[in-house]
């Protein structure tokens, strides 16, 4: 069969399991309750007004990178960021990547070494799994998500397996993007301190949301010195792009050498360089507390506003609230709802999360307003009162009683 037949099969398969993806354009009149712009940055004017003054005072900025950072795309100005982002997240040292993406893949495709062992939590981004496949690690775990206990147990039974000289990875994030969870890295900490590990932190989602002038949860609790690398990248709650490993000296150094995502990518361009500084001149401001502030407070609204049945609404305390709707089916067809009253939500379906915990995504953004909170409630709630939507989902082969009933098991 010639090849784009194959892969016209492949994607004919996915069509018939309703898993398709497809490229879409958001209503610019719609409200957005989707995107990781958690400050509102974005569209905020004060970042806008910087980030001009700031590119002024170039008189000819140049557009493009020109290469990757280890031909002609490094420069001055990002040797100087690299320093300033390292000194704000209290670390000997940062390293600016063209992406999360290249920065996760970069790390564990390279820094593990031969015969070492990676443990991850079972929710941790596909980057890093991407990365990991690439490792020399001999070993390769996961543990059950937040827990704790289990993660000890692996340790134990990894720790059997494995020369005592050889170092053991394990990786988490600090904010889980789709339940919106915070790892108890208090009791991480604790845990893997009798054995040889290296604990990785991915502060993707609490980057500019958490911590002192939005330093991220490592900083928050203190753990600087007890988590040996930290992601933080530029392209959710800071609208920019781009992200930067946080480190020992030396393993900055280490990553320049065999980083492949750094060495073979064209770096990012300058202007790109220049959003990063003013998002963090703006985040650490006055400016970044009352955004986060705002933040909270509506995050406070939504959580003790919207009326569902128990545990339909997963707990989190971050911009980041899920509706479990299991079903794929429930998933899209309760996004498309909130999408017509105006307001831009994505549904996530399985294999992006397990089986039986799809659900709608609402991410809460600073500059939203309270009304528009309260509005998006009442379209929600409306949706699971209404007695035509009802019979509607009754008609499938999953109904919205059974939906109920697995929601309020999970």
Known sequence: MPLLDQLDATLEKRKKLKLLRSLVVASPSSVDFSSNDFLGLARNK????????????????????????????????????????????????????????????????????????????????????????????????????????????????IVKKIDPQRNIFVSVESLYSMDGDIAPLNDIVEVIKPFNTYLIVDEAHATG??????????????????????????????????????????????????????????????????????????????VGDQLRQNLRKLIHIFRSNINLPSNMLLPSDSAIQSI??????????????????????KPIRSPTVPNGKERVRICIHSDNTEEQIHGIINVIENYFKNQHVTNEMNNDNDTFTNNYQ?????
């Open 406 to 410: 697995i929601a309020s098991k999970l």
């Open 209 to 286: 949301v958490y911590g002192e002038q939005g330093r991220g949860i490592v900083c928050e609790l203190g753990l600087e010195r007890k988590v040996f690398a930290r992601l933080h990248t530029f392209g959710k709650a800071l609208a920019s792009n781009g992200a930067a490993i946080l480190g020992p000296k030396i393993l900055r150094t280490y990553l320049i050498n065999y980083a492949r995502p750094l060495i073979f990518s064209t770096f990012l361009p300058f202007n790109s360089l220049i959003a990063i500084n003013c998002a963090y001149k703006v985040m650490s401001s006055e």
């Open 324 to 345: 479990l709707t299991p079903g794929n089916d429930n998933a899209v067809r309760l996004s498309r709802v909130i999408q017509k009253s105006g307001y831009n939500v």
């Open 46 to 157: 004060v970042l806008q007004e910087s980030y001009l003054k700031e590119i002024s005072t170039f008189p000819i900025p140049p557009l493009g990178s020109t290469g990757s950072r280890l031909l002609d795309g490094n420069s001055s100005y990002v040797e100087a960021l690299d320093k300033f982002i390292a000194e704000f997240h209290k670390a000997e040292s940062a390293l600016i990547f063209p992406s999360g993406f290249d920065a996760n893949v970069g790390f564990f495709s390279s820094v593990p070494q031969r015969g070492d062992a990676i443990i991850m939590d079972e929710f941790i981004h596909a980057s890093v799994h991407d990365g990991v496949k690439n490792s020399r690690a001999a070993i390769v775990k996961k543990f059950r998500h937040n827990d704790v206990d289990h993660l000890k147990e692996t340790l134990e039974e």
